[in-house]
């Protein structure tokens, strides 16, 4: 039986050259008080033995910890993955938080907490006392949490603050929910809509208000009314259903409608086919999140691409590197795009007049 390849360590390194553990460390950690001369015979000695460095070894100089903490919300994100309804904002932030880190030499951890839990600080508490990071994440709705951003100001851990434009401590940053909003109902009013319903979030969140925003706001440029054309929903399928009915029992139903997630639009699919309307001949729909469901339907859903690994990719670039002040002119400010499918087309003549 073969026998096992015993694993080169940081201490195998210092044996090696005839040097301190910590003065590995800090050729590691390419600390500039080493000798040069200390510095080859260390990595000498790395390149003899093949010995590939560890966040263990890399935290022993005690200045950093290589690992970037990203928080997202416990009780929404433990709903999405027992439901199995096709969300992929986890999936994304991940790519793009993990494959940054990589490039920088760190890790990233991800920690469900509960934003409404009333020990939130005691939880937070214990997470970064174990992991000691040296950037957190915040993602909504705890990037507008007072009680966390409060936390980690006051400890002066950096952090990033996704889904915030709020004046204060972090680094704010948005996926330009607005200006989404906004391009997805230019383009309908483009196509030849003239009454465009929206389906908006949860008021938890602030981007859910900033996406009503964009939409009235290009409404209105082009000199349309909005009159009961947004129903407010929850970003659940059920909430969806229920703000379609309210924009279809309407005196004047829209031709269009968008909608602030990728669940209430399949809804808005659904219940459209179950009152006899077909999609797009009879309403178009837009969808927010274009997740891999939106692939799937009966049409395929037009909807507007969150950028959720490039901005997580940049939250981490901005916290490992501290950023220049041009990048980090508030907010940050990650613009998507929309993605055009079969669920969008013009209006029928009888429906725009």
Wanted: one cysteine or more; a negative charge; charged letters at 20%.
């Amino acid at each position: 039986m073969a026998r096992r390849r015993q694993a080169v360590t940081i201490k195998h390194v210092a044996a090696d050259a005839g040097v301190s553990l910590q003065t590995v460390s800090r050729v590691i950690n390419n600390e500039p008080n080493v000798r040069p001369v200390m510095k080859d015979r260390v990595q000498a000695s790395i390149d003899k033995l093949g010995y590939v460095p560890s966040i263990a070894a890399q935290r022993m100089s005690g200045s950093r910890s290589y690992l970037i903490l990203a928080i997202n919300d416990r009780e929404r994100t433990i709903a999405d993955w027992q439901t199995r309804q096709g969300t992929d904002w986890v999936d994304q932030m991940l790519f793009g938080g993990m494959l940054k880190c990589a490039e920088h030499g760190y890790r990233m951890i991800f920690e469900l907490v509960d934003t409404h839990n009333d020990h939130v600080e005691r939880e937070l508490g214990a997470t970064i006392a174990a992991l000691q990071p040296d950037g957190v994440i915040l993602t909504p709705p705890h990037s507008e949490n007072p009680l966390i951003t409060g936390f980690l100001a006051k400890r002066k851990i950096p952090f990033a603050r996704i889904g915030s434009i709020t004046a204060g401590p972090g680094i704010a940053m948005t996926m330009d929910d607005e200006g989404s909003a906004r391009r997805a109902t230019d383009y309908l009013i483009a196509t030849g809509h003239r009454h465009i319903g929206f389906i908006a979030g949860s008021n938890e969140y602030d981007l859910s208000n900033w996406r009503i925003d964009g939409w009235r706001k290009a409404m209105a440029a082009a000199g349309l009314a909005t009159d009961d054309l947004c129903v407010r929903g929850d970003f659940s399928y059920d909430s969806g259903v229920a703000a379609t009915h309210a924009l279809l029992d309407l005196q004047t139903p829209p031709t269009a409608i968008i909608a602030s997630n990728d669940q209430m639009t399949l809804a808005a699919l659904d219940t459209l086919g179950k009152r006899g309307l077909n999609v797009p001949d009879d309403v178009s729909l837009i969808s927010f999140d274009n997740t891999p469901v939106v692939r799937f339907t009966d049409p395929q859903l037009t909807a507007v691409d969150q950028p959720i690994a490039a901005t997580f990719s940049k939250a981490v670039e901005l916290l490992i590197t501290n950023g220049s002040a041009h990048e980090l002119q508030q907010p940050v400010v990650i613009v998507g795009s929309l993605v055009e499918r079969g669920s969008t087309a013009p209006p029928r003549c009888d429906a725009a007049n």
